[in-house]
């Protein structure tokens, strides 16, 4: 299977608060969309890793999405290591995605900014030809087969709604804002009142109003009603001023 866009987290629902709307989006005008998360969220402080798989499961035909797959990185401990990078790899040579949205550098949870090191570092290594993935992981369990051909992806984008960063452009999700948020509340385990979690998670009732806000400051930047913010690192290219959206005054 080869997707046009792959969406990397730390844990399952990260991506459907912070990219979901932009993989929508892709995914109404044509293109395929996949999401890989990192580990399986043994340790949240709510529902179980099987609930969350489930979860996960509704909320990526939800977002329209035609791959997900969970890695064994252990929650709480995603690390950029050697062997974490080669399990990264092994996806982008399988999906060879042209856009790899990964979190934003630097995040509250340790987890999110290791997940955007680990995934730069690991698109980089995809590219490598000498490198084999398959024999390295290879095990008595898991024997090797032949590796996928390298691979890089063309453009990383940062997902960073989260942090209080100028965005280098917005994703508008106007269309889609009410099936971005169906697709958060598939997590049914995450965001039901309940007693565990109940002083750090927001409250059922203003879930909407929270999620509603940030995409409308963010919608507000570019003149659209909602829209979720991304960062690029390397400059951007213009090659007709006339086209240039989002007027100056």
Known sequence: MV???LAIAAHRDDVEQTCGGTLIAMAAQGYSTAILDLTRGELGTRGTSEERAREAEEAAEILGAVWRQALDIPDGRVENTFENRLKVVRVLRQLRPRVLILPYWQARHPDHSAA???????SFLSGLAKLEVNRTLASPHLPAKPDEAPHRPFK???ASLYHDVRPSFVVDISEHFETRLRAL???R???SDQDAGSGIFTPHAKIRTR???MARFYGAL???EYAEPFVQKEVGLVEDLMKIPVASL
Do not use: R, T
């Not at 955007?116 to 690991?122: H, I, K, M, N, W």
């Open 156 to 158: 990383i984008v940062y």
């Open 189 to 191: 385990s995450q965001y």
């Open 3 to 5: 997707v046009d866009v």
């Open 185 to 187: 509340l598939a997590y």
């Open 222 to 224: 570019a003149g659209v």
């Open 116 to 122: 955007s090191l680990l995934g730069y570092e690991a």
């Open 211 to 213: 999620i509603e806000s």
